[in-house]
């Protein structure tokens, strides 16, 4: 049997979470153990970043060190801006 505590917070947010928990057929701690389990702690998102890293090393062929890494640009963030301006403006002609 799980070890299990209690948490504080608001009647506002216990009842905002119960309710989100009730429309998608859960119980309010099952809620609370997904909603931790998808964050990611500074630990676990730097283990990520040296492991995704790594692959576009292997993947590149050439040994890129962290700074240079560092020093590049937010691709995938610039594809990302880039599509939803893209997105934005399809809706705004569509409408």
């Known amino acids: 049997m799980a070890d299990h505590t209690t948490i504080q ?3 506002a947010a216990r009842d ?3 309710q ?3 429309d998608r057929g859960m119980t309010l701690g099952q809620l609370v153990e997904e909603l931790a389990a998808q964050q990611l702690t500074a630990g676990q998102i730097t283990e990520r970043l040296m492991a995704d890293r790594q ?3 292997e993947v590149i062929g050439v040994d890129i060190t962290d700074e240079e890494f560092e020093r590049a640009p937010d691709v995938l963030g610039n594809i990302k801006r880039i599509a ?3 997105a934005r403006l399809a809706r705004g002609a569509a409408g």
Do not use: F, G, I
């Open 9 to 11: 917070v608001s009647r």
């Open 16 to 18: 905002h979470l119960a």
């Open 20 to 22: 989100v928990a009730k």
């Open 55 to 57: 692959v576009a090393r």
């Open 84 to 86: 939803a301006e893209k």
